[in-house]
C-alpha cells in the first residue's frame, strides 16, 4: 500500500541511550520533514529535507540528528537520549495538496 | 509564539449538534489545510484551501478560507460520533518560510456523544 510507514511504533529508552527512527515513503516525494507531537504543544517541526541527500533544522532540532541517503527514507536519530524527548514522533512526505503522515512513534525516555 | 491559533481547544456536544472551529493568524497563508487525528494514528488531509473566500465542502463539513488568507473556519453540520477526533489546521506559503513547510495549530479535540 503507498504511503508513509514508520518504525518502530513503541519504543522505551533509557536516558542516554541511542536509537534510530526509520520512515519510509513509496510515494516518490521530494520534501520528508520529522515532526514531535506533545500534549497542548501541536506539532513542531524538527528537521527536514528537501531532497535525496539533503536536510535541515527546524524549529526543535536539539538533540537529533536525520539522514537521507535515500530518497525513500529519512532517519530520525537521537544520540543520547533525554526525558524531554518522551513524545510521539510524526514523518511526513508532501504532495502537491498537503501532507501525508505515517502512524507515528511513541517514544518514552525514563 | 504559535502562528496559527486554533479556538476551542476543546469541544463536547451531543449527537446532531452543529459546531465550528476556528483557526486565526496575523500572517498570511498561500494555502490552508485542515487535518483530522485520531487516537494512536496521524493526521489525515481534509481539504486544502487556496483562495481567499474560498469555501468548500465535504458531507457535512464546510471549511471557508478568511477574504485575507489569515483565517479559516471548519463548520460541522449534524455531528455524528465518528467526527470525533483531534481537527488541526495548518498554513503553507507564508512570507519568509520554508519551501514547503506547513505551521500547524495546536488543535481543537472534539468529542460527539451519541
Known amino acids: 500500500n503507498a504511503g508513509v510507514t514508520q518504525t518502530p511504533k513503541f519504543r522505551v529508552l533509557k536516558t542516554g541511550q541511542s536509537m534510530t527512527l526509520l520512515c519510509a515513503q513509496d510515494?516518490?516525494?521530494?520534501?520528508m520533514y520529522w515532526y514531535r507531537q506533545d500534549p497542548g504543544m501541536g506539532l513542531r517541526l524538527i528537521h527536514y529535507?528537501?531532497?535525496?541527500?539533503?536536510?535541515a533544522k527546524g524549529e526543535v532540532p536539539d538533540g537529533y540528528n536525520v539522514s537521507r541517503l535515500k530518497k525513500q527514507n529519512f532517519l530520525l536519530g537521537l544520540e543520547s537520549a533525554a526525558p524531554s524527548q518522551t513524545s510521539v514522533y510524526f514523518c511526513?512526505?508532501?504532495?502537491?495538496?498537503?501532507?501525508?503522515f505515517g502512524s507515528g512513534t511513541r517514544l518514552t525516555v525514563v | 509564539t504559535q502562528l496559527l491559533e486554533q479556538s476551542p481547544q476543546f469541544l463536547s456536544i451531543q449527537e446532531g449538534e452543529n459546531l465550528t472551529v476556528y483557526c486565526n493568524s496575523s500572517?498570511?497563508?498561500?494555502?490552508l489545510q485542515w487535518y483530522r487525528q485520531e487516537p494512536g494514528e496521524g493526521p489525515v488531509l481534509l481539504v486544502t484551501?487556496?483562495?481567499?473566500?474560498e469555501v468548500k465542502k465535504l458531507k457535512r463539513l464546510t471549511f471557508q478560507f478568511g477574504d485575507a488568507r489569515k483565517d479559516s473556519s471548519l463548520h460541522i453540520t449534524a455531528a455524528q460520533p465518528g467526527d470525533t477526533g483531534l481537527y488541526l489546521c495548518?498554513?503553507?506559503?507564508?512570507?519568509?518560510?520554508?519551501?514547503?513547510?506547513?505551521?500547524f495549530g495546536r488543535g481543537t479535540q472534539l468529542t460527539v456523544w451519541p
Open positions: 500572517s498570511v497563508f498561500s494555502s
Open positions: 529535507s528537501v531532497g535525496e541527500g539533503t536536510t
Open positions: 495548518a498554513g503553507g506559503g507564508n512570507r519568509g518560510s520554508t519551501l514547503g513547510r506547513l505551521y
Open positions: 511526513a512526505s508532501r504532495t502537491n495538496y498537503g501532507y501525508t
Open positions: 484551501v487556496v483562495t481567499g473566500g
Open positions: 510515494m516518490n516525494h521530494e520534501y
